[in-house]
């Protein structure tokens, strides 16, 4: 069965950091890129950071640039994004997500979420 159990989200004050996790099993997880995205109320769900499968290549919006770093442990099956300068507008439900593609499909597991508020 597959998961994906996102922890480490928060409330946390501008300015301030904040680690999430994403544990996955169920799959190979070094085959996959993961992904964080994340989606505020009222809005649609954004892709946030990327990482690859092979050789760790990483994506961020233009949001994240300078301030978020995501990150992966294939031998724990985890990957992390490490939100630094935590803004208001950063303020989302925050989901992990497993994509396995190749030419001729695409394979993608969600996990559960974890809220993020940034606020004084």
């Known amino acids: 069965q597959v998961q994906l159990v996102e922890s480490g989200g928060g409330l946390v004050q501008p300015g301030g950091s904040l680690r999430l996790s994403c544990t996955a099993s169920?799959?190979?997880?070094?085959?996959?890129?993961m992904s964080w995205y994340r989606q505020a109320p009222g809005k649609e769900r954004d892709l946030v950071a990327r990482?690859?499968?092979?050789?760790?290549?990483?994506t961020y919006a233009d949001s994240a640039k300078g301030r978020f770093t995501i990150s992966r442990d294939n031998a724990k099956t985890t990957v992390y994004l490490q939100m630094n300068s935590l803004e208001p507008e950063d303020t989302a439900v925050y989901y992990c997500?497993?994509?396995?593609?190749?030419?001729?499909?695409?394979?993608?597991?969600w996990g559960q979420g974890t809220q993020v508020t940034v606020s004084s």
């Open positions: 997500c497993a994509t396995y593609q190749t030419w001729a499909r695409r394979l993608d597991y």
């Open positions: 169920g799959f190979t997880f070094s085959y996959y890129a």
């Open positions: 990482i690859s499968a092979v050789g760790g290549q990483t």
